[in-house]
């Protein structure tokens, strides 16, 4: 399979000359399996380019939303195979106790939020997701909840031997002392174990995350850690913070390095072959 990144902003989405390289959409990864479907990871605004440039599209789109922030879904009223009947859309996402998917979602797609209901969208299909494994055509996906505030999802996409792991939003590190600590129980090691690709949060510097400890997110370092701890074959770095530049970024690229990790900056446009 194959993903490309077309959103890797976290937070809020930031446009200018100082984030053309890295983007300044916010979070979502196209992964195409080899069986020829298309799955989305995440609806932040780098789904509305992703929609623009989709070519012929399969009839059937599986999007996957790890949690609903907003930056996360700000982009799905604007992905236009949703307003075609020829295309089934399906909608996987966290429900709670209180809320299924369904009402959840409709709380930000309807007015004074935005002026289309969900109700008068055509052709897709909302499905509540409960930790644990689906089949999505070839591809074997797991979901399972991550550190971060709210209710959110790592996804795991296993066709055949190849395995992505998307974890976007992400503080292993929270309540740590001396991290990483044990895998067994660090969030996130499960679903990241041996991967071929991982996609992971790296949003904060170290001194930025002394003040923003409990806010949900990785620093460099971490990711790094993370990374060799669940023994994984290359990281992605992601939801990189607005306020970071392109320069920022390739500085942080440059000081941290693993001996044991393929590190790769995640810049918009990114185009990686997931094999085992």
Known sequence: MRARLWGT???????????????GDTSS??????????????????IVRLGENIGTPPPRIDILLSHL??????????????????????IWGPATAALDLRSRLSRYLSPPLFPVRLRDLVGFEIHDLAPGTMQLGQVAVTADVVCHPGHTFGFRLQEGSAALTYIPDHEPALGVRNFPGSAEWTSGTALA???????????????????????????????????????????????????????????????????SVEVVSGTVGADFEVSG
């Open 69 to 90: 922030h907003m930056d996360h879904i700000q982009g799905l009223g604007f992905f236009t195979p949703l307003y075609s009947e020829d295309i089934v859309v399906h």
């Open 29 to 46: 990864v196209e992964v195409r399996p080899a069986d020829g479907g298309l799955i989305v990871l995440d609806a932040g605004s780098g």
């Open 193 to 259: 174990a041996n991967a071929d690709l991982l996609i992971h949060d790296a949003q904060y510097s170290d001194d930025e995350y002394e003040a923003r400890a409990g806010w949900g997110h990785s620093t460099f370092s971490h990711a790094i850690a993370f990374a060799e701890l669940a023994e994984v074959r290359r990281m992605v770095t992601f939801h990189h913070d607005p306020s970071h530049s392109d320069d920022f970024l390739d500085r942080a690229a440059a000081a941290f390095t693993s001996d």
């Open 9 to 23: 902003r976290g937070s809020l989405a930031r446009s200018g000359p100082e984030t053309v390289r890295y983007g």
